[in-house]
């Protein structure tokens, strides 16, 4: 099971919007909408952003959203805040009850 | 307060055995699918092994199959996995979740670096 492709970089400045995209085959995210999304700090535990394509657990603030076409799908963080500065991870049900994960995009707030 | 507390990693050589525990609290442990998510130094996240409820599926990723197995002890609200044969790849820190919302990890524990090396 190859891991989902994601850019290993996105940037923007405080304010700002920076968008990032993960994309699989038809058999990691087939007709599936179990996508997640996750952040991490360096040398902290990943934290759940977004389920389910766009869904945000209690506590994430609605600056995060998501959003599914096809095989890609995309997280979108607006407003940026120097705290957003962190590893970004997304997950994929890929059948059989696995998982995939993306390989992980570093994003940077200028 | 959800809390994943993992625990038994260390030094091995490669061939050798190590068994993770996970100690669960916060939650009801014997209603959720549980799973092993793994970080090689500098890495990104690989996803494991999962199991169900009451124990009786498991489902792991292919490089570990034959080689780890993963169980569970709902009185104890305990997670585990047993790690044998193993090789210099497995070097990570291994994080317990909880399969939770979206059908996805929704709580992680802090994580127990293994290193397997001569």
């Known amino acids: 099971q190859s891991a989902l492709t994601q850019p290993p970089s996105a940037s923007g400045s405080p304010g700002q919007s920076v968008t990032i995209s993960c994309t699989g085959t038809s058999s990691d995210f087939g007709g599936y909408n179990y996508v997640s999304w996750y952040q991490q700090h360096p040398g902290r535990a990943p934290k759940l952003m977004l389920f389910e394509v766009s869904k945000r657990p209690s506590g994430v603030p609605d600056r995060f959203s998501g959003s599914k076409s096809g095989n890609t799908a995309s997280l979108t963080v607006s407003g940026l805040q120097a705290e957003d500065e962190a590893d970004y991870y997304c997950c994929s049900y890929a059948g059989s009850n696995r998982f995939v994960f993306g390989v992980g995009t570093k994003v940077t707030v200028l | 307060e959800v809390q994943l507390v993992e625990s038994g990693g260390g030094l091995v050589q490669p061939g050798g055995s190590l068994r993770l525990s996970c100690a669960a609290s916060?939650?009801?442990?014997?209603?959720?699918?549980m799973i092993w998510v793994r970080q090689a130094p500098g890495k990104g996240l690989e996803w494991v092994a999962k199991?169900?409820?009451?124990?009786?599926?498991?489902y792991y990723v292919d490089s570990v199959k034959g080689r780890f197995t993963l169980s569970r002890d709902n009185a104890k609200k305990s997670l585990y996995l047993q790690m044998n044969s193993l090789r210099a790849e497995d070097t990570a820190v291994y994080y317990c979740?909880?399969?939770?919302?979206?059908?996805?990890?929704?709580?992680w524990g802090q994580g127990t670096l293994v290193t397997v090396s001569s």
């Open positions: 979740a909880r399969e939770g919302l979206g059908a996805t990890p929704d709580y």
């Open positions: 199991i169900k409820q009451d124990g009786s599926e498991k």
């Open positions: 916060g939650f009801t442990f014997s209603s959720y699918w």
